[in-house]
């Protein structure tokens, strides 16, 4: 919508927004979208944007339980449970990397909320005081926050989208119980076999979450980020096997784990620092004009504003921000028993945090807040922090090592929750700006959905690590008498990097030669224009993670193909208007049921670890038993053919799916074939 066009609902009308029931129903919802999304990112290093099955949720919840529900409410109900949804992103790429590091054993609840509500807080109010030099005066586009919008306003006008992401939050749900509580399959397959003088590995996790994930990120990035599963599991590892042997373990499947956790993935660790850093770089005309515009001062005193422009007074706004730094202060000098380092922490994170607000708020408003560089801005945040915190705590102070590490993750954790909310913020905002919410209202549903979630992270990520661990290296220090060999150790990639930095720095035992040649290939990658953070994360992840993202992103890419075949009656480079309107139909819809299928599954995967720690053991209790691989492999499946038939249901009319596959193959291998032929001069 451009600044000029008349929201959904007009300034005029005063209709319901933050009632009683949808701060209940958001705070539930809020509490589950945490859970689920901290219990995806550190299982596979990704989270994806609640919004839309937020709004979708949100509107069978409250027009389920009462006839007379705005849009309104149904937004702000979106917007408290992504919220929560954003906060656990940024809390769950950090505050594990304390127990990577060994400085925690556990997940200690009062400082993980002291950190989520600092740092969300901090990254909501500096977002609401750019709301409308963003939103309002750049009328920046926003891409999710429109797909938002547009799935709340087909919910009010009628539509089946709301009953299929319930089917797909059943199914999810339905798998996750099956795989992970009653452990009737397999949720890995996987083997390795010698090969020549070497060994190679093949194997593939069993997961409709990450199935769905490679749907809604597409066939380009699932094709990266397995391009970098194979080239750290299938090119690197059998490398370094045949250069420097093979270690002695228990099968040849282990000694692939063995070389990827202790060499490869510093090769992912390299290449993630030089492409978080490379990340901001390249966005640097973007950085500079939003940090440029986030000082120009907008002009308020217009006189009295409409509905649809009253955000919280600025005043209080700004008053907030300065109690919040107070207390960073206050929380590093409690932490790191240095009133100079803390008081050198928090001013650096006043200027930090407000720098990465801007910048994750006006990239959201370029390429949707799922594309924000989190990562990279956490990198890029840890690297500057690792400096100040030698300079003040090292060189000056000469404080203990631990210390220092403690300090350097304590600040860092506290701008990237602030990076991670920024950019959703001021997307719901977009949304609201659109519908024609009230700022004021729709900030303080923000506010809501912040300490909720920092309420709840704490004790989801202590229940996590006591059911799972959380990461390798933080189970093989301290393991589950469960599960000696860490086998079902979540792998949080993120934390793994970030603890493995800020060690290298202050411990000296960094692998540097893995480092350095993940760092040349980054550069390779960079020059080649490759996104070097997908293949870098798919280095750092094992193969087996990507090859179901893949495949999700193989089954969007038929799809997407195939509606474009049923509209034209053939394949064109350029798809036409109506073909391209069909395949985002198909989109949508498939979005719409990936979303359900990862919050059921990712939900499921909560509610296992529930009764992990209450000690009840379903298979146990049922006698239920395993199945082998090829049962395990056939289960998987049928639920990928629910996927596909439950996404189909949206092409258009005629033809077969398999026939769409053959024209859809043929075109394909057609085209690589003439790729590889020599251009004549």
């Known amino acids: 919508m451009a600044a000029g066009h008349e929201p959904y609902i007009s300034a005029n009308e005063n209709p319901k927004e933050l009632t009683l029931r949808v701060i209940l129903v958001g705070i539930v919802l809020g509490v589950l979208m945490t859970a689920a999304n901290a219990y995806l990112g550190l299982y596979a290093g990704m989270t994806v944007s609640a919004s839309i099955p937020a709004a979708v949720m949100s509107m069978i919840i409250l027009r389920t339980m009462f006839k007379d529900v705005s849009i309104l409410e149904n937004n702000a109900v979106q917007t408290m449970a992504s919220a929560g949804e954003s906060l656990a992103a940024g809390v769950i790429f950090t505050v594990p990397a304390l127990l990577v590091m060994n400085l925690w054993t556990s997940i200690q ?13 901090l990254g909501t109010m500096f977002t609401i005081a750019l709301r409308r030099l963003f939103i309002v005066e750049e009328a920046l586009p926003y891409p999710e926050g429109v797909a938002c919008r547009e799935v709340l306003v087909a919910g009010e006008e009628g539509g089946d989208g709301a009953l299929a992401i319930l089917y797909a939050l059943g199914i999810g749900g339905i798998y996750g119980l099956m795989v992970k509580g009653f452990q009737v399959t397999h949720h890995t397959v996987e083997g390795a076999f010698n090969f020549l003088t070497t060994r190679m590995y093949a194997g593939m996790d069993l997961s409709i979450a990450l199935l769905s994930v490679g749907f809604i990120v597409g066939i380009r990035i699932a094709s990266f980020i397995f391009f970098g599963g194979v080239l750290g599991f299938g090119i690197l590892v059998p490398m370094y096997g045949l250069i420097y042997g093979w270690p002695e373990t228990d099968s040849l499947v282990d000694g692939f784990y063995a070389i990827w956790s202790t060499q490869i993935r510093y090769v992912g660790v390299g290449a993630m620092v030089v492409g978080g850093v490379y990340t901001l770089w390249s966005m640097r005309k973007t950085i500079i004009t939003g ?5 120009v001062k907008s002009d308020d005193d217009i006189g009295e504003l409409p509905r649809t422009e009253q955000d919280l007074p600025m005043r209080y706004v700004f008053l907030t921000c300065g109690v919040l730094i107070v207390l960073t202060f206050l929380f590093y000098w409690w932490s790191t028993q240095s009133f100079v380092l803390a008081l050198a922490g928090a001013l650096f994170l006043a200027f930090v945090a407000f720098f990465f607000a801007a910048v994750a708020g006006y990239i959201a408003g370029v390429v949707g807040s799922s594309n924000s560089p989190v990562s990279g801005m956490t990198i890029a945040t840890l690297l500057f922090t690792v400096g100040l915190v030698w300079v003040v705590g090292d060189l000056m102070l000469n404080m203990e090592t631990q210390d220092l590490m403690m300090a350097t993750l304590l600040i860092a954790a506290i701008v990237a929750t602030s990076a991670a909310i920024a950019g959703d913020v001021m997307q719901d905002l977009k949304t609201g700006h659109m519908l024609g919410a ?4 729709q900030q303080i549903a923000e506010i809501i ?5 920092a309420i ?5 990520l202590s229940l996590l690590h006591e059911a799972f661990r959380i990461s390798q290296t933080a189970c093989q220090l301290n393991p589950l008498p469960s599960d000696p060999t860490c086998s079902n150790a979540l792998f949080a990639p993120q934390a793994e990097l970030i603890g493995a930095i800020v060690q290298g720095a202050f411990g000296g035992d960094l692998n540097i030669q893995m480092v350095m040649l993940g760092a040349a290939i980054a550069v390779a990658l960079i020059m080649l224009k490759m996104p070097v953070m997908s293949v870098a994360i798919g280095i750092y992840l094992p193969l087996g993670l990507s090859v179901p993202i893949m495949a999700g992103g193989i089954i969007s890419h038929f799809l997407l193909k195939s509606a474009h075949l049923r509209v034209d009656g053939i394949l064109h480079d350029e798809p036409s208007p109506q073909a391209q309107k069909a395949a985002k139909e198909v989109e949508s819809r498939g979005v719409l049921i990936g979303a359900g299928f990862i919050a059921g599954e990712s939900i499921m995967g909560v509610f296992i670890a529930v009764l992990i720690v209450a000690k009840i053991n379903l298979p146990e209790i049922f006698g239920v038993g395993t199945l082998n691989n090829m049962f395990s492999l056939a289960f998987f499946a049928w639920f990928v053919g629910v996927f596909i038939w439950l996404a189909t249901r949206a092409l258009p009319k005629g033809g077969s799916l398999l026939g769409d596959v053959v024209v859809i193959l043929a075109e394909t291998i057609g085209n690589l074939l003439h790729s590889l032929k020599p251009k004549q001069r």
Request: zero cysteines.
């Open 109 to 121: 609840w009062m400082e993980t909320l002291i950190i989520a509500t600092l740092g969300g807080l």
């Open 291 to 295: 940090l440029s515009k986030a000082f």
């Open 438 to 441: 009230t700022p004021r209202r």
């Open 449 to 453: 959905g912040v300490l909720t979630g």
């Open 456 to 460: 709840v992270i704490g004790p989801v």
